[in-house]
C-alpha cells in the first residue's frame, strides 16, 4: 500500500519546513495543495518555497501556473492524482503539503459532483426550519435518506438543509452521493498537524507579514496592478495592497488589513481543521526528539 502524510494546519504555522524535513527523511517528493502557491507571479505574498527550501527537496504545483491561466480545484484534482500515480511508481511515500482546505480534500477524498444550492429550495426549508422547526428537517431526512440520517450531525440544520436540497435536485439520495469518490483512493492517508498557542500563531503572522514588505511585496503587486481584476488577486495580500496603489488606503493602514485578514483566514483553518478526527499534532518548534517520535508513529500508520 502506498501512503500519503498530508502536512496541514494554518498559515504561517511552519508547513513548509515539516514537509521538507518529512521528504528528506522518506526520501521522496513534496505535492502542494496550497492554491495560491501555483502561481509563479506571487511568490512574496504566498510565502512560496524559496529557492533553497525548493533545493533541500522536489516539489510540485509551486509556480507552475500564470496568474493569467484559468485553473479549476477539478483540475487540481485530476492533475495532481496523476502527478501521485506517477510518484508512487517511484516511492511509497509522498508529502502533500497546504493549508488550502478543500484542495486537500480533493487529493484525499474526491470531489463529490453536487450540485450547488438552490435558492428556492433553500427558502422553501428555511420556512420549515422557522414554522415546523428542526424535527420537520430531521422527519424528511429519515424519510428520503435513512442511511444519512444515521451518520448526520441531526442538530445541525444546515448539514439536513444541505442534505434535502441535493436530494430534492437529483432524486437520489444524499448518501450515496458523497460515498462515491470516496473509496476511488489507492493509497493510505496519514495527517500531521503543526499547532501553537493561537497567540503565538498571530505574532508569527504579522512577523511574516512585515518580513515579506522587506523582502519587495510591494514591488511584486505594483508589478501585477494590470491583472488585479483576475480571481488570483483577489487575495489577501494583493488585494489591500490594490487599494493602497488606488489612494483608497495609506500604507500603514493596507499592511494592518493584510495582517488582520491573514490573522482572520487561520481562523477559519483552525475551525476547519479542528472539525477533523484524523490529524496527528506536533508542537510548533518542535525538537528533534518530537520529530523521531513522530517518524516512529507514523511507521506505525503505515499500512505495508
Not at 79 to 89: M, S, T, V, W
Not at 167 to 189: G, H, L, M, P
Request: proline share 2%; charged share 30%; glycine share 6%.
Amino acid at each position: 500500500m502506498k501512503n500519503l502524510i498530508s502536512v496541514v494546519g494554518p498559515t504561517g504555522i511552519g508547513k513548509t519546513k515539516l514537509a521538507i524535513d518529512l521528504a528528506k527523511h522518506f526520501n521522496t517528493e513534496i505535492v502542494s495543495c496550497d492554491s495560491r502557491q501555483f502561481f509563479k507571479e506571487m511568490k512574496i505574498g504566498t510565502a512560496s518555497p524559496s529557492e533553497e527550501e525548493l533545493a533541500e527537496a522536489t516539489h510540485h504545483f509551486i509556480g507552475n501556473l500564470s496568474v493569467e491561466d484559468y485553473y479549476s480545484i477539478g483540475q487540481y484534482e485530476e492533475d495532481a492524482l496523476q502527478k501521485l500515480n506517477e510518484l508512487f511508481k517511484n516511492y511509497n511515500t509522498v508529502i502533500l503539503v497546504g493549508g488550502s482546505m478543500m484542495y486537500e480534500k480533493a487529493i484525499i477524498e474526491g470531489l463529490n459532483d453536487l450540485p450547488e444550492a438552490d435558492a428556492e429550495n433553500q427558502e422553501k426549508l428555511q420556512k420549515l426550519l422557522e414554522q415546523e422547526g428542526i424535527e420537520k428537517l430531521q422527519k424528511i431526512v429519515k424519510d428520503l435518506d435513512p442511511e444519512y440520517a444515521e451518520v448526520v450531525d441531526i442538530h445541525n440544520h444546515r448539514r439536513l438543509l444541505r442534505a434535502i436540497d441535493v436530494i430534492w435536485q437529483t432524486n437520489k439520495k444524499y448518501s450515496e452521493q458523497i460515498a462515491v469518490s470516496q473509496d476511488s483512493r489507492d493509497f493510505n492517508v496519514i495527517r500531521i498537524g503543526i499547532e501553537a498557542p493561537r497567540e503565538e500563531l498571530y505574532d508569527r503572522i504579522n512577523r511574516r507579514v512585515d518580513i515579506m514588505m522587506e523582502k519587495g511585496l510591494l514591488d511584486e503587486v505594483k508589478g501585477l496592478e494590470k491583472f488585479k481584476g483576475l480571481t488570483a488577486l483577489n487575495t489577501v495580500g494583493y488585494s489591500e495592497l490594490f487599494k493602497y496603489f488606488d489612494g483608497e488606503w495609506d500604507l500603514d493602514f493596507a499592511v494592518s488589513e493584510i495582517k488582520k485578514n491573514s490573522r482572520r483566514y487561520a481562523k477559519r483553518q483552525l475551525t476547519w481543521y479542528r472539525r477533523a478526527d484524523d490529524i496527528h499534532y506536533l508542537q510548533l518548534g518542535y525538537s528533534q526528539q518530537d520529530f523521531e517520535n513522530l517518524i516512529l508513529w507514523i511507521d506505525d500508520q503505515f499500512q505495508k
